[in-house]
C-alpha cells in the first residue's frame, strides 16, 4: 500500500527535493561553527600557554620579618614597666620598656669609682718615685765616689805624716839614747867630783828633754797609725758606698717596673669601672627597634636572670615575602624579576622584585635534614626558598605581618 510520501514523490518529485535543501544548509553551517569554536579554543589555548609560560606561580609562601627577642645581661628585680608595653602595641626605637632595681650595681660602682681614685694616686706616686731614685740614685753614686776619692787622698797624707813621725821617733831615739848615755857617764864624773855638778844636771836635763821628746814623737807616730787606720776605713766605707750607689740602674728599673705595675692596676681599675657603669646602665632596658610587641612575660616585681626572654618585637617596618618554589622552577628564575604577591588577607595584590636565592633547598635547614646514604635514595622535587622584596610605598598601614599567607607570581624572562 504506498503512503502519502510515495504518491507525492511520484506526483511531483521536484516538490520533495526543494524540501531536503533547508536541512544540508543548516547541516554545513553548524559543521562551520563548530570549526570556528576549535580554531578560537586552539587559539585562545595557544595565547594562554605562551602567556602563562611567562611565570612560575606558588602558593606555599608567606610574609616573614625579624623578631627581636628581648632578654637582659645582668640578673634584678623588675622595678618598672612601661604602661605601653603590652602586646600587639607598637613602640619606637629607643622607647624605655622596662627598668631592674639599679642599687646594687650603682654600690658596685662608686666602689669601682674609689678603687679607681686610689690607684691613680698610687700610679703618680710611682711615677714620681721613678725621677726621684734616678736623681738620687746618680747623685749617690757622684758623692759616693767623690768621697772615695777624697778618703784615698786622706789615707795618703795620713800615711805620708806617719812616715814623717816615725822617722822623728827614730832620730828621736837616737838623741835620747845619746843623752842618756851622757848622763850616764857624767853621772860617774860627777861621784868621782870630776866635773862640776851644775855641768852634770846639764846633761840631765838634755836627757830628760830628749826623753819627752821621744815620748812625744812616739804619741804622734801612735795618733798617725790611728788616722791612717782611720782614712782606710773611710776609704773602705766608701768603697761600700759606691757599690751601693752603683746598683742606681737596678733601682731606676725596680722603680720603673713598680711604676708599670701602677700603671697595670690603674687600668684594671678603669676596666672595673667602666663594666660597672655598663652594668648599671644595662639596668634600664630600650627598644632597640621599632616594631609591634608580643610574647611578653615580664611583670614588675619579677626576678630575671641573663638570658631569659622577656618579650619580642617584631619590626613590621621591614617585611619580606619567602616563596617556596619547587626546584623546577627555578629554571629561568632570576634576581630583580618583577612579582605580583596576592595576600589572602586582604585579598589585595602587592608589587614585588626577586631579591635572592637560598643556598639550599628547605628541608637541609631543618633539625632533621633528610639522610639518602642508605642507598634507598627516592627523587623527591626539593622546594628551594625564594627571598621577594616588596616595592616600598605599597603598604603605609603596614598591614603585612610576618606568617600572613600569600601567593607569589615572578614574571621569568
Known amino acids: 500500500m504506498a503512503t502519502a510520501v510515495d504518491k507525492v514523490r511520484k506526483q511531483q518529485p521536484e516538490l520533495l527535493d526543494e524540501a531536503q535543501v533547508p536541512s544540508t544548509r543548516f547541516w554545513s553551517a553548524k559543521r562551520i561553527i563548530l570549526a570556528v569554536a576549535l ?163 846639764a846633761r840631765d836635763t838634755d836627757a830628760r828633754t830628749a826623753a819627752y821628746a821621744l815620748a812625744a814623737d812616739q804619741a804622734a807616730e801612735a795618733a798617725a797609725v790611728q788616722r791612717v787606720a782611720e782614712a782606710q776605713r773611710t776609704v773602705a766605707q766608701r768603697q ?70 622577656l618579650l619580642t618585637i617584631v619590626p613590621i617596618d621591614d617585611i619580606w615575602i619567602t616563596a617556596n618554589f619547587k626546584e623546577t622552577q627555578l629554571r629561568r628564575m632570576r634576581p630583580g624579576e618583577p612579582v605580583i604577591v596576592h595576600v589572602d588577607s586582604f585579598d589585595h595584590n602587592y608589587q614585588g622584585t626577586v631579591e635572592d636565592l637560598a643556598g639550599a633547598s628547605g628541608p637541609l635547614f631543618s633539625l632533621f635534614p633528610p639522610e639518602n646514604a642508605s642507598g634507598n635514595y627516592v627523587k623527591i622535587v626539593q622546594r628551594f626558598p625564594v627571598r621577594i622584596h616588596i616595592n616600598p610605598g605599597q603598604d603605609p598601614q603596614h598591614q603585612l605581618r610576618p606568617g600572613m599567607s600569600v601567593e607569589a607570581k615572578v614574571r621569568v624572562r
Open 39 to 201: 580554531l578560537v579554543t586552539a587559539a585562545s589555548g595557544t595565547s594562554w600557554w605562551l602567556y602563562a609560560r611567562q611565570f612560575e606561580i606558588t602558593d606555599d609562601a608567606q610574609v616573614d620579618g625579624h623578631f627581636a627577642e628581648l632578654s637582659t645581661r645582668i640578673s634584678g628585680t623588675v622595678v618598672y614597666v612601661n604602661p605601653n608595653v603590652e602586646n600587639d602595641h607598637y613602640v619606637t626605637a629607643g622607647t624605655v620598656l622596662l627598668r631592674l632595681d639599679p642599687r646594687d650595681y650603682q654600690a658596685v660602682l662608686d666602689h669601682a669609682r674609689a678603687i679607681l681614685d686610689t690607684k691613680e694616686a698610687d700610679a703618680q706616686a710611682a711615677g714620681l718615685q721613678v725621677s726621684i731614685t734616678q736623681a738620687s740614685a746618680l747623685s749617690r753614686l757622684h758623692v759616693a765616689e767623690a768621697q772615695e776619692k777624697s778618703a784615698v787622698e786622706i789615707v795618703t797624707e795620713s800615711q805620708a805624716l806617719l812616715k814623717a813621725a816615725q822617722k822623728r821617733v827614730q832620730e828621736d831615739t837616737a838623741v835620747a839614747a845619746h843623752a842618756e848615755r851622757d848622763r850616764l857617764r857624767y853621772a860617774a864624773l860627777v861621784e868621782k867630783r870630776e866635773i862640776s855638778r851644775s855641768y852634770y844636771d
Open 240 to 309: 761600700a758606698e759606691i757599690d751601693a750607689a752603683e746598683t742606681a740602674p737596678q733601682q731606676i728599673s725596680d722603680a720603673r717596673a713598680q711604676s708599670a705595675s701602677a700603671g697595670a692596676a690603674l687600668e684594671e681599675a678603669r676596666a672595673n669601672l667602666r663594666t660597672a657603669d655598663l652594668n648599671l646602665s644595662y639596668t634600664t632596658i630600650y627598644a632597640p627597634v621599632s616594631g609591634v610587641i608580643g610574647h611578653k612575660t615580664v611583670e614588675p616585681g619579677n626576678r630575671i636572670q641573663p638570658g631569659q626572654t
